[in-house]
């Protein structure tokens, strides 16, 4: 993803609003999208305030989330008409009976390790040096039984190691670097910003999980509720989509 400030400062002021500057007067569609607050969001702040839903009738709040689990129950309950979540929640969900359906991508792994928005984190003294010292330690996930720990045992595998001794604890990402600082666990599983924020305040990098599982993972989409509005999907798809491709820009 490009527009690397641009985009965090979208991200951190969406929880206070963002105007729409394109939105047009008169009756529009006011629509609620549930999003976790991570760097993986930011293209819909983005599209907000370029104006991309506001031409197409939308008026859109975004109400932060703390995990794709709870933009389901969001969505499913009708606070939300679109919401992100990974795609192991989604999968889930889906097995479940929940009728939801994929409208967007969310974002894709960039494939490279040491290069990618999802890292293993320890303190720099820690022995742990790769996926393949994970076993028998306590790593912390946002979320238990999901797209972290799953990729997390797979890039143990794929490191000839057993994961199955792994202790995985939840936290919320933005109490995870200072968990990991505190001795309360021995490692920790974010996405950006919270990478960047754990290695400013001294911790290392020992996995890429999700680049190390898969090379192409789709991480995660948008998605709504299959009786959702057939013209309003389409709309908020293409203003999804005009966002994403917006955000890619140089």
Known sequence: MRRPLLLAVLLLAGACGIADPAAPEGAKDQVNAGVIAIVDTAPIYLG??????????????ITPM??????????????????FANI????TAREQGLPLKAVANGVNSTGQVGKDFSAVLVKS??????????????????????????????????????PATIEFVELAFPDAPAALLNGRVEAIWVVEP???????QGARPVAWNFAEATPD?????????????PDLVRRFAAAMNESLEYAQKP
């Open 48 to 61: 907000k305030a370029k104006g991309f839903f506001g031409k197409r009738d939308i008026d859109l709040t």
């Open 66 to 83: 703390q995990s794709g689990a709870a933009s389901i129950s969001g969505v499913v309950a009708r606070q939300f008409q679109f919401a």
């Open 88 to 91: 192991t929640s989604l999968l």
């Open 125 to 162: 003294d820690n022995p742990i040096r790769s996926a393949a010292d994970l076993p028998g330690r306590t790593v912390s996930v946002n979320q238990l039984r999901n797209i972290g720990d799953t990729t997390i045992r797979a890039a143990v595998r794929k490191a000839d190691a057993d």
């Open 194 to 200: 919270f990478v960047s924020q754990a290695l400013a």
């Open 217 to 229: 993972l789709t991480v995660s989409m948008y998605f709504t509720g299959t009786d959702t509005d």
